[in-house]
């Protein structure tokens, strides 16, 4: 049967275990850093292909900006999500905006303290912003919590590579920092999945 | 090797250091910047020079200048500033002085919107600056492409004494990709012509069997003319008309009889390919997507991806036009290289897929073209 | 005995190929080629170390007839071009010559961020007072009441201070000369290519065939002797009332300071970058 639907239509032309990941938040949350951690894990650590693009208003705080991971294993062709298998939303506005071609039974994890309204009936609520006050006393780890509830919850890269590339872009002397944070979000994501 | 994630415009500023460029001047622009941001870096380090100059139009003369003492040179902008480039850029042109300038299209006119992603400037770049004159652009699909056509954009204005544009998309230019990135040991570089006769002798202007004339770089002991006057084999101006004439021909002719090595493309399934695709810079991703789909569905579908947009493929996109059906020619512009595809291949043939919102075309819009009948 | 009189200006000219220039007769332009040459003939300069570069206008076609490596730029853009050569060839001398359209409308900018960045350039920019080679149209230099082409009711718009401004903008050597007092020019320019930084030498001059035709000044050589009546030394302007002073073209050398110019300063950064690649490679 011949799907009319246009993003159904897409999500049939994905490459050979293409994945497709979005993250977005406030402009300011580090989301498109998350971004580009996400796709060093997956092209460098673990060997695959990545790409990796962005979208953020001009201004450099606020509003709502993403970034969008793609991961496969051989080509890819195009570079920006079609049908996300798996969205992070750590604003409402975020949640709100980029939600709408998160793929049938897709993923979406949202800090449960910043996203009341959701756009479908299933979702993770992590307090992601509150994990990082907890784990680190620092807000601005957030993005590296919310990347360790979602490697936690996907695998969509190997856990040595995503606290690979944590590390790798940490500032010198934010190395336990970073690693506090990503430990919360997986081992939140650890919680999850035993519920 | 390295192996990174590398963003499109760090890719362009390696491709230059690898090329063997030491020069850059340039002017803040979204969503350019990085390329500039890169070289202030890796410049100083090679012993090259970087500098920020007060604008658009003064960048473009410095990268002249620099070009003129000897140095590869570039500089990047986007579309406000490469509007300003132009009258330079013809100055290049004219004085034949090698130089790369990198134009991250972003939406326009005007200010437009400034981080998202255009292919609007496809026309201004081959006709932005007055008069008739030839122009080589490349644009790149993918961030080790950016490398790679950055290298080829500097060994064609060195060899052809031409400035080249690079006519890359925000979506390029911004994109992180996965990258082995060569050690510039290994990048071939191509060298200017030296004057290998004594000054006496020498005319920078003059005939020669390629029709790039040898280059002295001020300082080499040739003391020489240069003008954005039309000027006679000495570099002096003239109002000779057969003088006039000899210049516009052979600046021309030296492009033209070399269209087999300066136009770069790909090919992909063209051979009995009822459909062809002919698609450039960000929007040949989206096109690869759709021909797959298309294929998975039985169609004949080929894809031609153009990585030399001027001087256009025509010989290429004329023999196709005879073997296909239907020519679709996706751009995120309201139609600008889809103006030489019809010329060559007749309006009927074509289709158009357009969108200038800023938004990448889907593969699903392309995915249509090909379906429609 | 200079080399200029054993050799003969000849030397440093394009005569045999370039000349008649496009110069009208009684132009003050060429005076101000001829003390370029006396001052590069003086400082025994190599013509294969000398740039010569320019914009458009009278002024802009000057270092056609003159052999040494010359460019004629873009209107406004020498100093931006001169920029870019001489960063890429630092040992050349380059000097840039412009007139005031040229220097201070269309390429108003580049004059300012040159002379701010102390980049290692000589400018000199021939001042008179009108848009010379496009017919006599005011220019940013232009007195206050005078007319010109597109001015024909008199110019209201006030004149910038070339000099002043240069040393506003930060440049390293302001001097003031005319073409009626040319031996002066000669050394002022001589002083001006051998300082460091940027160096500007405004040459007062004039246009007898537009803007004096149209405003009855006379003939050029009625022109020259209004500089010659209307110019005073800086010292004597020094004991002049402010007022007095106002009125008058003010000769000599306007600022003279050191400073370091561009190149050694950007050499600071090659030198800070290795040093950084080296601290992170150890």
Redesign the interface.
């Known amino acids: 049967m011949p799907d009319k639907n246009?993003?159904g239509?897409?999500s049939?032309?994905t490459?050979t275990g293409r994945i497709e990941i979005r993250l977005a938040g406030e402009g300011g949350q580090g989301m498109i850093l998350a971004g580009?951690i996400l796709?060093?894990a997956a092209?460098?650590y673990d060997g695959k292909?990545?790409?990796?693009?962005?979208?953020?208003?001009?201004e450099a705080r606020g509003g709502a900006s993403k970034a969008e991971v793609v991961i496969g294993e051989g080509?890819?062709?195009?570079?920006?999500v079609?049908n996300a298998d798996a969205l992070v939303a750590l604003s409402q506005e975020a949640c709100d905006r980029y939600a709408s071609n998160l793929k049938r039974g897709g993923l979406l994890i949202v800090d449960a303290e910043k996203v009341t309204r959701l756009p479908v009936s299933h979702a993770v609520k992590v307090p992601v912003a509150d994990l990082a006050l907890q784990a680190t006393g620092k807000a601005i780890t957030a993005n590296v919590v919310a990347l360790g509830v979602l490697v936690g919850l996907t695998g969509v890269v190997s856990r040595q590579a995503i606290e690979k590339a944590v590390l790798g872009r940490a500032p010198k002397g934010t190395e336990e920092i970073n690693r506090a944070a990503l430990k919360a979000g997986l081992d939140s994501a650890g919680a999850e999945l035993h519920l | 090797m390295t192996l990174k994630l590398m963003q499109g415009n760090e890719a362009v500023a390696m491709g230059a250091l690898a090329a063997g460029c030491r020069f850059y001047a340039g002017y803040p622009i979204t969503p350019s910047t990085e390329i500039a941001e890169v070289l202030s870096r890796q410049l100083p380090k090679l012993g090259g020079k970087f500098i920020q100059m007060e604008d658009e139009i003064a960048s473009m003369a410095a990268i002249i200048g620099a070009s003129i003492g000897g140095l590869k040179s570039m500089t990047a902008t986007s579309g406000p500033g490469f509007s300003l480039m132009q009258e330079n850029l013809g100055y290049a042109v004219m004085t034949e002085t090698p130089c790369v300038v990198a134009n991250v299209q972003r939406l326009g006119p005007s200010t437009g919107q400034p981080t998202s992603a255009s292919q609007g400037d496809v026309m201004q770049a081959r006709w932005g600056t007055h008069g008739d004159h030839p122009i080589i652009a490349l644009s790149p699909t993918s961030v080790p492409q950016a490398f790679d056509l950055t290298v080829t954009a500097f060994n064609f204005s060195e060899k052809y004494r031409t400035p080249v544009i690079l006519l890359l998309d925000e979506v390029i230019g911004h994109m992180r990709e996965r990258f082995d990135m060569p050690d510039f040991e290994n990048v071939q570089r191509v060298e200017r012509l030296g004057v290998n006769v004594p000054p006496e002798w020498y005319k920078p202007y003059g005939d020669s069997v390629s029709d790039v004339p040898p280059m002295a770089n001020f300082g080499d002991g040739y003391r020489y003319h240069v003008t954005g006057l039309f000027h006679d084999p000495m570099g002096y101006p003239t109002q000779r008309l057969d003088e006039i004439e000899a210049w516009i021909q052979r600046v021309n002719r030296k492009i033209e009889r070399n269209l087999d090595e300066i136009i770069l493309t790909e090919a992909d399934g063209l051979e009995g390919a009822q459909t062809v695709v002919v698609a450039y810079g960000a929007t040949v991703r989206s096109a690869r997507h759709a021909v797959k789909l298309a294929r998975q569905r039985r169609h004949k579908v080929g894809l031609l991806s153009l990585l030399t947009i001027w001087p256009f493929a025509e010989a290429e996109v004329a023999r196709l036009a005879q073997n296909c059906r239907r020519i679709v020619v996706p751009e995120m512009n309201l139609g600008q290289l889809a103006l030489e595809v019809e010329r060559v291949a007749g309006r009927s043939k074509v289709r158009r897929v357009n969108l200038a919102n800023g938004e990448m075309i889907h593969p699903q819009m392309i995915l249509e073209a090909i379906e429609a009948h | 005995m200079s080399r200029l009189e054993q050799h003969s200006a000849y030397n440093y000219l394009r005569h045999t190929k370039k000349f008649p220039n496009v110069w009208c007769a009684g132009c003050g332009i060429g005076i101000v080629m001829g003390a370029l040459i006396r001052a590069i003939d003086h400082l025994e300069l190599d013509q294969n170390d000398v740039a010569l570069v320019s914009g458009i206008g009278c002024t802009g076609r000057m270092p056609v007839y003159m052999d040494f490596n010359t460019m004629h730029t873009t209107h406004g853009r020498a100093l931006a071009f001169a920029t870019g050569l001489k960063l890429a060839q630092p040992r050349l001398k380059v000097i840039v010559i412009m007139g005031d359209g040229d220097a201070l409308a269309i390429g108003g900018n580049h004059f300012l961020h040159a002379a701010r960045r102390n980049m290692d350039l000589t400018a000199i920019v021939v001042n008179n007072a009108i848009y010379g080679m496009t017919g006599g149209q005011y220019s940013p230099t232009t007195p206050i009441d005078l007319r010109a082409t597109t001015a024909p009711y008199g110019n209201v718009e006030p004149p910038i201070p070339v000099g002043e401004l240069a040393i506003a903008a930060g440049a390293a050597f302001v001097a003031r000369g005319t073409v009626y007092h040319a031996v002066e020019l000669d050394r002022l320019i001589a002083q001006a290519i051998q300082k460091e930084g940027f160096s500007l030498v405004e040459a007062v001059s004039y246009c007898h065939t537009t803007l004096g035709r149209i405003n009855k000044l006379g003939t050029a050589g009625d022109m020259m002797n209004t500089i010659k009546n209307n110019s005073v030394t800086l010292s004597a302007a020094e004991k002049m009332s402010e007022e007095d002073r106002q009125a008058k073209i003010v000769r000599g050398v306007l600022r003279d300071v050191e400073r370091p110019g561009y190149l050694r300063l950007y050499d600071q950064v090659i030198e800070r970058a290795i040093a950084q690649e080296a601290s992170h490679a150890g």
């Open positions: 246009a993003s239509n897409a049939k032309l490459d580009i796709a060093e092209a460098i292909n990545a790409v990796q693009t962005q979208s953020y208003g001009p080509q890819l062709d195009y570079p920006e079609l």
